[in-house]
Nanobody, 125 residues
Framework: VQLQASGGGLVETGGSLRLACAAS????????LAWFRQGPGKERQFVAG????????YYTDSVKGRFTISRDNGKSTVYLQMNRLQPEDTAVYYC???????????????????WGQGTLVTVSS
């Protein structure tokens, strides 16, 4: 699976962005998907994930109610809609994919074998 992330940019506090991650090389059916981020001087952090079945979604506490992850298997794309952005959301955002990943592992970066190149999100105060 090759992943190509896009949609990052500069936005003011309170603004919105939608990230997209297009996959090629195989269908996304049965593939668990997630977004991680790495801020300046910080470790990579789980942001949101969606189960391989597509039904269940998971979020880190700091983005609950503001971010929404979704997938379109027909377009082989996973999205991250980010609303009410805050300066602390500034980071490089990475999409990740892993066929067959189980629910309990969705938030753990080491379980993902496929990563996009990252897209920078900068939120100005």
């Amino acid at each position: 699976v090759q992943l190509q992330a896009s949609g990052g940019g500069l936005v003011e506090t309170g603004g919105s962005l939608r990230l997209a991650c297009a996959a090629s090389g195989r269908t996304l059916s049965g593939v668990g998907l997630a977004w991680f981020r790495q801020g300046p001087g910080k470790e990579r952090q789980f942001v949101a994930g969606i189960a391989r079945s597509g039904g269940a979604t998971y979020y880190t506490d700091s983005v609950k109610g503001r971010f929404t992850i979704s997938r379109d298997n027909g377009k082989s794309t996973v999205y991250l809609q980010m609303n009410r952005l805050q300066p602390e959301d500034t980071a490089v955002y990475y999409c990740a994919a892993q066929p067959g990943i189980i629910t309990s592992s969705i938030g753990i970066s080491s379980y993902y074998g496929y990563w996009g190149q990252g897209t920078l999100v900068t939120v100005s105060s």
